[in-house]
T-cell receptor, first 114, second 113 residues
Framework: AQSVTQLGSHVSVSEGALVLLRCNYS??????LFWYVQYPNQGLQLLLK??????LVKGINGFEAEFKKSETSFHLTKPSAHMSDAAEYFC????????????FGAGTILRVKS | NAGVTQTPKFRVLKTGQSMTLLCAQD?????MYWYRQDPGMGLRLIHY???????AKGEVPDGYNVSRLKKQNFLLGLESAAPSQTSVYFC????????????FGNGTRLTVT
Protein backbone atom coordinates (compact mmCIF):
# COMPACT_ATOMS: atom_id res chain seq x y z
CA ALA A 1 0.00 0.00 0.00
CA GLN A 2 1.05 3.58 -0.58
CA SER A 3 2.28 5.73 2.27
CA VAL A 4 2.79 9.46 2.52
CA THR A 5 5.28 11.22 4.77
CA GLN A 6 4.97 14.89 5.61
CA LEU A 7 8.12 16.22 7.23
CA GLY A 8 7.32 18.52 10.12
CA SER A 9 4.02 18.37 11.94
CA HIS A 10 4.26 22.13 12.59
CA VAL A 11 5.81 24.84 10.42
CA SER A 12 6.02 28.48 11.45
CA VAL A 13 6.81 31.33 9.03
CA SER A 14 6.62 35.09 9.15
CA GLU A 15 4.07 36.93 7.05
CA GLY A 16 5.60 37.58 3.63
CA ALA A 17 8.12 34.74 3.92
CA LEU A 18 8.37 31.65 1.73
CA VAL A 19 6.18 28.71 2.66
CA LEU A 20 7.62 25.23 2.08
CA LEU A 21 5.70 22.14 3.17
CA ARG A 22 7.34 18.80 2.42
CA CYS A 23 5.72 15.62 1.17
CA ASN A 24 7.29 12.32 0.14
CA TYR A 25 5.44 9.26 -1.08
CA SER A 26 6.43 5.61 -1.10
CA UNK A 27 6.05 4.53 -4.71
CA UNK A 28 8.26 5.59 -7.62
CA UNK A 29 5.21 5.70 -9.86
CA UNK A 30 2.28 7.31 -8.02
CA UNK A 31 -0.86 7.57 -10.14
CA UNK A 32 -2.02 10.92 -8.69
CA LEU A 33 -0.92 13.33 -5.97
CA PHE A 34 -2.89 15.99 -4.14
CA TRP A 35 -2.61 18.75 -1.58
CA TYR A 36 -5.61 19.61 0.59
CA VAL A 37 -6.07 22.38 3.16
CA GLN A 38 -8.18 22.26 6.30
CA TYR A 39 -9.26 25.39 8.16
CA PRO A 40 -10.41 25.05 11.80
CA ASN A 41 -13.67 23.17 12.25
CA GLN A 42 -14.06 22.58 8.54
CA GLY A 43 -13.61 19.75 6.07
CA LEU A 44 -10.72 19.52 3.65
CA GLN A 45 -10.56 21.59 0.47
CA LEU A 46 -8.54 20.78 -2.63
CA LEU A 47 -5.51 23.04 -3.18
CA LEU A 48 -4.04 21.33 -6.23
CA LYS A 49 -3.46 17.99 -7.89
CA UNK A 50 -0.81 16.34 -10.04
CA UNK A 51 -2.02 14.15 -12.87
CA UNK A 52 1.19 13.80 -14.98
CA UNK A 53 0.39 16.64 -17.38
CA UNK A 54 3.09 18.91 -15.94
CA UNK A 55 5.59 18.54 -13.11
CA LEU A 56 4.90 22.03 -11.71
CA VAL A 57 1.30 22.34 -10.63
CA LYS A 58 -0.38 25.61 -9.73
CA GLY A 59 -3.24 25.67 -7.26
CA ILE A 60 -5.52 28.12 -5.54
CA ASN A 61 -4.43 30.98 -3.25
CA GLY A 62 -0.97 31.24 -4.87
CA PHE A 63 0.21 27.77 -3.90
CA GLU A 64 2.13 25.47 -6.22
CA ALA A 65 3.79 22.09 -5.98
CA GLU A 66 6.50 20.36 -7.95
CA PHE A 67 6.53 16.66 -8.71
CA LYS A 68 10.04 15.16 -8.58
CA LYS A 69 10.04 11.50 -9.51
CA SER A 70 13.72 10.97 -8.66
CA GLU A 71 13.11 12.21 -5.11
CA THR A 72 9.55 10.77 -4.79
CA SER A 73 8.55 14.21 -3.54
CA PHE A 74 5.67 16.62 -4.06
CA HIS A 75 6.53 19.66 -1.94
CA LEU A 76 4.09 22.56 -1.58
CA THR A 77 5.32 26.15 -1.82
CA LYS A 78 4.05 29.70 -1.74
CA PRO A 79 6.38 32.67 -2.32
CA SER A 80 4.84 34.96 0.28
CA ALA A 81 2.81 33.80 3.27
CA HIS A 82 -0.36 35.55 4.29
CA MET A 83 -2.07 35.38 7.67
CA SER A 84 -5.04 33.67 6.04
CA ASP A 85 -2.78 30.74 5.03
CA ALA A 86 -2.70 29.51 8.62
CA ALA A 87 -4.30 26.06 8.46
CA GLU A 88 -3.46 22.37 8.35
CA TYR A 89 -2.20 20.99 5.06
CA PHE A 90 -2.45 17.40 3.90
CA CYS A 91 -0.61 15.63 1.13
CA UNK A 92 -2.42 12.64 -0.40
CA UNK A 93 -1.70 9.95 -2.98
CA UNK A 94 -4.04 7.57 -4.75
CA UNK A 95 -3.52 3.94 -3.77
CA UNK A 96 -4.22 1.14 -6.24
CA UNK A 97 -4.66 -1.30 -3.35
CA UNK A 98 -7.90 0.51 -2.50
CA UNK A 99 -9.07 1.15 -6.04
CA UNK A 100 -7.12 4.40 -6.35
CA UNK A 101 -8.69 5.82 -3.21
CA UNK A 102 -6.69 8.51 -1.44
CA UNK A 103 -4.16 7.83 1.30
CA PHE A 104 -3.33 10.92 3.37
CA GLY A 105 -0.23 12.06 5.16
CA ALA A 106 -0.34 13.03 8.85
CA GLY A 107 -0.70 16.72 8.07
CA THR A 108 1.37 19.85 8.68
CA ILE A 109 0.01 22.76 10.69
CA LEU A 110 1.16 26.06 9.23
CA ARG A 111 1.42 29.03 11.56
CA VAL A 112 1.95 32.51 10.12
CA LYS A 113 3.44 35.13 12.42
CA SER A 114 2.80 38.84 11.97
CA ASN B 1 -24.92 24.74 -2.83
CA ALA B 2 -25.10 22.24 0.01
CA GLY B 3 -22.36 19.90 -1.28
CA VAL B 4 -21.69 17.23 1.36
CA THR B 5 -23.72 17.41 4.57
CA GLN B 6 -22.96 15.39 7.68
CA THR B 7 -25.24 14.86 10.66
CA PRO B 8 -24.84 15.12 13.56
CA LYS B 9 -22.01 17.60 14.09
CA PHE B 10 -21.23 16.39 17.61
CA ARG B 11 -22.09 13.31 19.61
CA VAL B 12 -21.10 11.77 22.91
CA LEU B 13 -21.63 8.03 23.41
CA LYS B 14 -21.03 5.64 26.24
CA THR B 15 -19.05 2.48 25.61
CA GLY B 16 -21.26 -0.16 24.05
CA GLN B 17 -23.84 2.22 22.63
CA SER B 18 -24.64 2.30 18.95
CA MET B 19 -25.19 5.15 16.52
CA THR B 20 -25.38 6.00 12.84
CA LEU B 21 -23.69 8.91 11.11
CA LEU B 22 -25.45 10.22 8.05
CA CYS B 23 -23.78 11.69 4.97
CA ALA B 24 -25.73 13.25 2.12
CA GLN B 25 -24.41 14.73 -1.13
CA ASP B 26 -26.30 16.64 -3.80
CA UNK B 27 -23.69 16.52 -6.57
CA UNK B 28 -24.77 13.20 -8.08
CA UNK B 29 -21.38 11.70 -7.27
CA UNK B 30 -20.87 7.98 -7.68
CA UNK B 31 -18.11 7.58 -5.10
CA MET B 32 -18.50 8.20 -1.39
CA TYR B 33 -16.08 7.69 1.49
CA TRP B 34 -15.84 7.69 5.26
CA TYR B 35 -12.57 8.79 6.87
CA ARG B 36 -11.57 9.25 10.47
CA GLN B 37 -9.11 11.95 11.52
CA ASP B 38 -6.93 11.54 14.59
CA PRO B 39 -4.15 13.89 15.76
CA GLY B 40 -0.83 13.13 14.11
CA MET B 41 -2.30 10.40 11.91
CA GLY B 42 -3.98 12.33 9.13
CA LEU B 43 -7.12 10.85 7.61
CA ARG B 44 -7.60 7.10 7.39
CA LEU B 45 -10.12 5.48 5.10
CA ILE B 46 -12.75 3.42 6.92
CA HIS B 47 -15.11 2.30 4.12
CA TYR B 48 -16.01 3.52 0.70
CA UNK B 49 -18.62 3.02 -1.99
CA UNK B 50 -18.26 3.13 -5.76
CA UNK B 51 -22.00 3.36 -6.40
CA UNK B 52 -25.46 2.77 -5.04
CA UNK B 53 -25.75 -0.61 -3.34
CA UNK B 54 -21.97 -1.18 -3.14
CA UNK B 55 -19.52 -0.87 -0.25
CA ALA B 56 -15.90 -1.83 0.33
CA LYS B 57 -13.42 -1.86 3.21
CA GLY B 58 -10.69 0.72 3.56
CA GLU B 59 -7.63 0.83 5.82
CA VAL B 60 -9.42 0.72 9.20
CA PRO B 61 -12.85 -0.93 8.78
CA ASP B 62 -13.07 -2.91 12.04
CA GLY B 63 -15.90 -1.85 14.34
CA TYR B 64 -17.79 0.00 11.61
CA ASN B 65 -20.46 -0.88 9.08
CA VAL B 66 -21.79 1.13 6.17
CA SER B 67 -24.70 1.17 3.78
CA ARG B 68 -25.39 2.93 0.46
CA LEU B 69 -29.06 2.28 -0.22
CA LYS B 70 -29.47 5.54 -2.12
CA LYS B 71 -26.89 7.19 -4.35
CA GLN B 72 -26.96 10.44 -2.40
CA ASN B 73 -26.61 8.91 1.07
CA PHE B 74 -23.81 6.99 2.78
CA LEU B 75 -24.39 5.81 6.34
CA LEU B 76 -21.67 4.88 8.84
CA GLY B 77 -22.71 2.71 11.79
CA LEU B 78 -21.06 1.88 15.06
CA GLU B 79 -22.74 -1.16 16.57
CA SER B 80 -20.91 -1.15 19.92
CA ALA B 81 -18.89 2.00 20.43
CA ALA B 82 -15.44 1.84 22.04
CA PRO B 83 -13.23 4.66 23.39
CA SER B 84 -10.79 3.95 20.53
CA GLN B 85 -13.47 5.22 18.16
CA THR B 86 -13.30 8.70 19.63
CA SER B 87 -12.38 10.74 16.57
CA VAL B 88 -13.54 13.25 14.00
CA TYR B 89 -15.32 11.53 11.13
CA PHE B 90 -15.37 12.98 7.64
CA CYS B 91 -17.53 11.98 4.74
CA UNK B 92 -16.42 12.78 1.21
CA UNK B 93 -17.69 12.22 -2.30
CA UNK B 94 -16.18 12.32 -5.78
CA UNK B 95 -17.29 11.99 -9.37
CA UNK B 96 -14.82 9.16 -10.02
CA UNK B 97 -11.70 7.63 -8.59
CA UNK B 98 -8.05 8.35 -9.24
CA UNK B 99 -7.69 12.00 -10.18
CA UNK B 100 -11.19 13.15 -9.23
CA UNK B 101 -10.98 15.54 -6.28
CA UNK B 102 -12.83 14.71 -3.09
CA UNK B 103 -15.51 17.01 -1.69
CA PHE B 104 -15.63 16.87 2.10
CA GLY B 105 -18.30 17.49 4.68
CA ASN B 106 -17.52 19.52 7.80
CA GLY B 107 -17.08 16.50 10.02
CA THR B 108 -18.70 14.82 13.01
CA ARG B 109 -16.85 14.98 16.32
CA LEU B 110 -17.56 11.77 18.25
CA THR B 111 -16.52 11.14 21.84
CA VAL B 112 -16.92 7.69 23.40
CA THR B 113 -16.61 7.61 27.18
Amino acid sequence: AQSVTQLGSHVSVSEGALVLLRCNYSSSVPPYLFWYVQYPNQGLQLLLKYTSAATLVKGINGFEAEFKKSETSFHLTKPSAHMSDAAEYFCAVSDKEYGNKLVFGAGTILRVKS
Amino acid sequence: NAGVTQTPKFRVLKTGQSMTLLCAQDMNHEYMYWYRQDPGMGLRLIHYSVGEGTTAKGEVPDGYNVSRLKKQNFLLGLESAAPSQTSVYFCASSYGSGNSPLHFGNGTRLTVT
